[in-house]
């Protein structure tokens, strides 16, 4: 079956330090890969996402590329600021079977 | 556009007792999924509804959880009776649903305390 492994957190990152944030994955097929990000008190929502291979997914200051060949979307920030403290979900999403599975969630702390 | 509406937020009961969510989807999403979050954890599917047919129920613990769409719309996801080991976040999302990007849509959550 499907499943997503994240980096274990928490990760606690100064204001203005680069984030890397590793999701790897298993899937039959092609699936669609996603980050969700939880701000405290919210619900999940989608920060950026990717279809297929080589594809960039890009918002706020975040990537991640869709790696077929590591099966890997891992996600970062070049710059992190103390408003992206939340918890990423990395996610994949198999189209015909119209079902996503996630990831345990990595909680991310910023400190000024 | 309005966004998924969940209530309660929280409850709190005591084991054996029933409770009920509620969930309302954004304004024409035909999809509708109901989720279990446990802490530290990643959703996890309970069901998953395209209009008012229930697609994929395999993780739903038929035994004590029910769940219903009623006219494709709003949905309501119960547990009767509750046991401790269902404190937990219920998540309820929509989506477009047919050949869509795949983007879920999430509530809030309602937080279940079961004493």
């Known amino acids: 079956g499907n499943s997503v492994t994240q980096m274990e957190g928490p990760v606690t990152l100064s204001e203005e330090a680069f984030l890397t944030i590793n999701c790897t994955y298993t899937?039959?097929?092609?699936?669609?890969l996603f980050w969700y990000v939880q701000y405290p008190g919210e619900g999940l929502q989608l920060l950026l996402k990717?279809?297929?291979?080589?594809d960039k997914g890009s918002n706020k200051g975040f990537e991640a590329t869709y790696r077929k060949e590591t099966t890997s979307f891992h996600l970062e920030k070049g710059s992190v600021q103390v408003s992206d403290s939340a918890v990423y979900f990395c996610?994949?999403?198999?189209?015909?079977?119209?079902?996503?599975?996630f990831g345990d969630g990595t909680t991310l702390t910023v400190k000024p | 556009e309005a966004g998924v509406v969940q209530s309660p937020r929280y409850k709190i009961i005591e084991k054996k007792q029933p409770v009920a969510f509620w969930c309302n989807p954004i304004?024409?999403?035909?999809?509708l999924y109901w989720y279990l979050q446990n802490l530290g954890q990643g959703p996890e599917l309970l069901i998953r509804?395209?209009?008012?047919?229930?697609?994929?129920d395999s993780q739903l613990p038929k035994d004590r959880f029910s769940a219903e769409r009623l006219k494709g719309v709003d949905s309501t996801l119960k547990i009767q009776p509750a046991e401790l080991g269902d404190s937990a976040v219920y998540l309820c999302?929509?989506?477009?649903?047919?050949?869509?990007?795949?983007?879920?849509?999430f509530g809030e959550g309602s937080r279940l305390t079961v004493l």
């Open positions: 999302a929509s989506s477009r649903g047919g050949q869509d990007t795949g983007e879920l849509f």
């Open positions: 899937a039959t097929g092609y699936p669609s």
């Open positions: 990717a279809t297929k291979a080589d």
């Open positions: 996610a994949l999403r198999n189209t015909n079977a119209g079902k996503s599975t």
């Open positions: 304004s024409g999403h035909n999809t």
């Open positions: 509804y395209e209009n008012e047919e229930a697609v994929d």
